[in-house]
């Protein structure tokens, strides 16, 4: 290694010149701001593509941006941590450029000193910055499944959360870009002083670029190994254990509704008490149109969780035994503590309601909304059975998705289906309503709904069982309502 001779304070000093790799802030600046660089460029690409997808309707015909939004939501966590951790390090020039300006303005005196513009626009631009971020992240946050549900703001919010965060977002990604060219020179400088330098900076600086790029990845490979990995079929009862279940082997107690060869979630547990895996005391009541569990080895107050592949855990108010079991669907039993008496009202209320119309299915109100915020609303709606998926369900049997053709039939709108055999990752097999009105779905945007009883509106209502499959008694409302995710 050479050599070189440097003079401190009239004195020789032999120092290398290429100096072991030390932890000092300057690296950590530099190794915190490559992994700004490399994040932002991911999250920023991906969110602008599907920024393009909503607005522009350019990349729907490609249908690749449900994995696309994978990599933007990970790669956006990272950059929120190494962002957090980046104003950190700043806080002490932050806050005494604070006090500097405070100084200046209460006296309203703003003297001169070097390149003063520069600074008070960095100044400006990192407040700003600091502005667009808070509200990236909580409207990140407020956009992950099933948060504006249980906060009773879905879905009249949806739309307009929506469009904040993504327009918010590119805002804050030019802010940041004017940031970085701010700092270009500093960054240029800096990494040629890491690569050419310190002992094992080229190998660093490798290495960050590669953990950040692969980070977003894992989840979406583990997602795209995990839709071509067979799953084992299993249900959890918390606080007894997993149970396993081959699915030809269940025969459904509601043949009323679902045909051979399908079944229920209540069915996989019938199923289970059959072969002396759980012990489990239910009846049926006809008053509320459904299977009650009295108890599960000796317990009370069961309730369930249930989602298909791809989905989330969502609070539900459904009765079990009509909730159609699918292949790669998560069913979790757990006791409610604060009892199921104001869930068996509503199926009460509703037996009520379909006896006094004497077996019709009535609607007293259905809503349409628009992307446009517009409102129909409809009184009085008869809803009959059109049989659409009598491959799974009885002839007769009236489903959500009834209600569109039934409104189509009484010349109330106009609509188009779409079958869909996945969607992104994740199989679904279902009929969607693809238009009202004219309105057409696209890329990230479309119609979804939710139906029930008004004391469930917008949260336990509102679960993810597409609407050919999710039947219906005689519900207080159903809407189907415009959003973007």
Same mark, same amino acid.
């Given at each position: 290694?050479?050599?070189?001779?440097?003079?401190?304070?009239?004195?020789?000093?032999?120092?290398?010149?290429?100096?072991?790799?030390?932890?000092?802030?300057?690296?950590?600046?530099? !190794?915190?701001?490559?992994?700004?660089?490399?994040?932002?460029?991911?999250?920023?690409?991906?969110?602008?593509?599907?920024? !393009?997808?909503?607005?522009?309707?350019?990349?729907?015909?490609?249908?690749?941006?449900?994995?696309?939004?994978?990599?933007?939501?990970?790669?956006?966590?990272?950059?929120?941590?190494?962002?957090?951790?980046?104003?950190? %390090?700043?806080?002490?020039?932050?806050?005494?450029?604070?006090?500097?300006?405070?100084?200046?303005?209460?006296? %309203?005196?703003?003297?001169?000193?070097?390149?003063?513009?520069?600074?008070?626009?960095?100044?400006?631009?990192?407040?700003?910055?600091?502005?667009?971020?808070?509200?990236? %992240?909580?409207?990140?946050?407020?956009?992950?499944?099933?948060?504006?549900?249980?906060?009773?703001?879905?879905?009249?919010?949806?739309?307009?959360?929506? !469009?904040?965060?993504?327009?918010?977002?590119?805002?804050?990604?030019?802010?940041?870009?004017?940031?970085?060219?701010?700092?270009?020179?500093?960054?240029?400088?800096?990494?040629?002083?890491?690569?050419?330098?310190?002992?094992?900076?080229?190998?660093?600086?490798?290495?960050?670029?590669?953990?950040?790029?692969?980070?977003?990845?894992?989840?979406?490979?583990?997602?795209?190994?995990?839709?071509?990995?067979?799953?084992?079929?299993?249900?959890?009862?918390?606080?007894?254990?997993?149970?396993?279940?081959?699915?030809?082997?269940?025969?459904?107690?509601?043949?009323?509704?679902?045909?051979?060869?399908?079944?229920? @979630?209540?069915?996989?547990?019938?199923?289970?008490?059959?072969?002396?895996? @759980?012990?489990? %005391?239910?009846?049926?009541?006809?008053?509320?149109?459904?299977?009650?569990?009295?108890?599960?080895?000796?317990?009370?107050?069961?309730?369930?969780?249930?989602?298909?592949?791809?989905?989330?855990?969502?609070?539900?108010?459904?009765?079990?035994?009509?909730?159609?079991?699918?292949?790669?669907?998560?069913?979790? @039993?757990?006791?409610?503590?604060?009892?199921?008496?104001?869930?068996?009202?509503?199926?009460?209320?509703?037996?009520?309601?379909?006896?006094?119309?004497?077996?019709?299915?009535?609607?007293?109100?259905?809503?349409?909304?628009?992307?446009?915020?517009?409102?129909?609303?409809?009184?009085?709606?008869?809803?009959?059975?059109?049989? !659409?998926?009598?491959?799974?369900?009885?002839?007769?049997?009236?489903?959500?998705?009834?209600?569109?053709?039934?409104?189509?039939?009484?010349?109330?709108?106009?609509?188009?289906?779409?079958?869909?055999?996945?969607?992104?990752?994740?199989?679904?097999?279902?009929?969607?309503?693809?238009?009202?009105?004219?309105?057409?779905?696209?890329?990230?945007?479309?119609?979804?709904?939710?139906?029930?009883?008004?004391?469930?509106?917008?949260?336990?209502?509102?679960?993810?069982?597409?609407?050919? @499959?999710?039947?219906?008694?005689?519900?207080?409302?159903?809407?189907?309502?415009?959003?973007?995710?």
């Amino acid at each position: 290694m050479t050599q070189q001779l440097t003079v401190k304070k009239g004195k020789k000093v032999t120092k290398s010149e290429k100096s072991k790799f030390k932890i000092k802030r300057r690296n950590i600046y530099y !190794l915190i701001d490559l992994g700004l660089v490399v994040s932002f460029i991911l999250f920023f690409s991906t969110g602008l593509l599907k920024l !393009l997808d909503i607005y522009g309707y350019i990349f729907y015909p490609f249908g690749f941006l449900v994995n696309t939004s994978i990599i933007h939501n990970w790669s956006g966590l990272i950059f929120g941590i190494v962002a957090s951790s980046h104003t950190v %390090l700043h806080m002490k020039w932050f806050v005494q450029k604070i006090r500097q300006a405070r100084r200046r303005t209460k006296g %309203l005196k703003l003297k001169r000193y070097g390149n003063s513009g520069r600074r008070i626009f960095t100044y400006i631009l990192n407040i700003t910055l600091a502005i667009s971020s808070i509200i990236l %992240l909580v409207t990140a946050i407020l956009k992950l499944p099933g948060i504006l549900a249980q906060l009773g703001l879905y879905p009249h919010y949806s739309f307009s959360l929506t !469009l904040l965060h993504d327009w918010n977002g590119f805002i804050f990604g030019l802010l940041v870009s004017i940031h970085f060219v701010l700092h270009w020179k500093w960054l240029v400088a800096i990494t040629r002083n890491v690569w050419t330098r310190l002992k094992y900076g080229k190998i660093i600086m490798i290495l960050s670029v590669v953990i950040v790029l692969a980070f977003p990845m894992v989840p979406y490979s583990i997602n795209l190994l995990n839709s071509n990995k067979p799953k084992t079929e299993g249900i959890n009862i918390q606080l007894i254990g997993r149970f396993y279940f081959n699915p030809e082997d269940i025969e459904t107690v509601r043949p009323d509704i679902f045909k051979n060869d399908h079944f229920s @979630i209540f069915d996989v547990l019938v199923h289970l008490d059959k072969v002396g895996e @759980i012990q489990m %005391l239910y009846h049926f009541s006809a008053d509320h149109n459904t299977y009650v569990i009295d108890s599960i080895n000796g317990m009370q107050d069961w309730w369930y969780y249930a989602y298909y592949d791809g989905g989330w855990k969502e609070n539900n108010v459904f009765r079990i035994d009509h909730y159609p079991y699918k292949p790669k669907m998560a069913m979790t @039993i757990f006791q409610k503590q604060a009892g199921l008496q104001p869930i068996y009202n509503t199926y009460l209320q509703e037996n009520s309601r379909l006896n006094n119309n004497s077996g019709i299915r009535i609607i007293p109100d259905v809503y349409i909304v628009g992307s446009n915020g517009v409102e129909l609303l409809f009184h009085n709606v008869e809803v009959t059975a059109h049989n !659409l998926r009598n491959d799974i369900l009885q002839d007769g049997v009236i489903t959500a998705i009834d209600v569109i053709l039934s409104m189509g039939d009484q010349g109330l709108l106009t609509y188009e289906l779409k079958w869909y055999d996945s969607i992104g990752t994740a199989e679904t097999r279902s009929y969607w309503v693809h238009t009202i009105n004219g309105e057409e779905s696209y890329g990230r945007c479309g119609f979804v709904y939710e139906e029930g009883d008004n004391d469930f509106i917008h949260k336990d209502n509102h679960i993810h069982i597409p609407s050919d @499959i999710r039947v219906i008694n005689s519900p207080e409302y159903i809407a189907y309502f415009w959003i973007c995710i």
